[in-house]
């Protein structure tokens, strides 16, 4: 699916070193887009993304600790200034980080999910800001079914974030449409992805493919194509949506 709106725009994807993130930043390429190609970890994982985007299109890598300010700040900047702007911001980075049920969970733990997915979005966001307005871009915030759920044994801090992902991705639609400014969240089911394989056991991921009306767990392509879609002119009347992409797992009317 070609999106001829797409070609030649910015795009930052945060923690496109691996998983969904680099499936984002490859498509967006596809399209002709200039992509920023962003890690913290995994420098292996984004150069391979660019490598892949550079088949297609052209980018850059990009590196913060998405919970630090000042790194965040600075990544944004560099990215605006080689690419000549922003148009569109893909808030993807984000984990589970460890399996921590209420019980036990520690402060350091809790504090450190809200960090990694909460905190990491109003950063990137706030920062890309002034960008967006200048191209009246778009934001997809990637949020996650356990923020319908509650999340699976030990993730319920995590679902909790995730919640608030889709939360404020209402809350900055609100503030930001006077900007011209759409924000859209995805939410992905199970996705197959260096996530699960560190998180849920294989048995585990077999299981939840049984149970998914769709009879399969999610790929990273699976999501990256909604992304696409919400980030082009074909969603230009669409703010403050999400788009549940699990495969029939958990539907709500
Ligand atoms: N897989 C699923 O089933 C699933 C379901 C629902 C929602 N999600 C969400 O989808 C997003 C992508 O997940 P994935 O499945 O693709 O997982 P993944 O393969 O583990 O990728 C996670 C990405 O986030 C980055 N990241 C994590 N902590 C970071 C930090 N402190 N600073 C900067 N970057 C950080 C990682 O960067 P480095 O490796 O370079 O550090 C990596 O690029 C996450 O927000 C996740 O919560 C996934």
């Known amino acids: 699916m070609i999106y001829e709106d797409l070609k030649g725009r910015k795009v930052l994807v945060t923690g496109s070193s691996s998983g969904i993130g680099s499936a984002i930043a490859v498509m967006f390429s596809e399209q002709g887009c200039f992509v920023g190609v962003h890690y913290f970890r995994t420098k292996d994982g984004a150069q391979r993304t660019l490598e892949q985007v550079n088949k297609k299109s052209d980018g ?17 900047e560099h990215f605006a200034e080689v690419a000549g702007g922003i148009d569109i911001l893909v808030n993807n980075a984000g984990s589970l980080i460890d399996r921590q049920p209420f019980e036990t969970a520690t402060v350091e733990y809790h504090d450190d999910v809200y960090a990694t997915n909460v905190r990491s979005v109003l950063l990137a966001t706030r920062s890309a800001l002034p ?13 996650s079914v356990a923020g319908h759920h509650g999340g699976g044994i030990g993730s319920g801090i995590y679902a909790g974030a995730k919640a608030a ?30 996530f699960h394989e560190r998180f849920s056991s294989a048995q585990r991921r077999k299981e939840v493919a049984e149970q998914t009306p769709l009879g399969r767990n999610g790929t990273a392509e699976d999501i990256a ?29």
């Open 165 to 194: 992902v889709a939360t404020e991705t209402i809350s900055m639609a609100q503030e930001f449409a006077k900007y011209g400014i759409r924000v859209n969240s995805v939410l992905p089911g199970f996705i197959e992805t260096r």
């Open 225 to 253: 194509k909604v992304v696409l879609f919400l980030a082009s002119d074909a969603a230009g009347f669409i703010t403050g949506e999400y788009i549940a992409v699990n495969g029939g797992l958990y539907m709500r009317a």
């Open 60 to 76: 850059i890598l990009l590196h913060a600790d998405m919970r630090d300010e000042k790194q965040v700040n600075e990544m944004v």
């Open 131 to 143: 960008y967006l307005k200048k191209s009246s871009g778009n934001i997809v915030n990637i949020g």
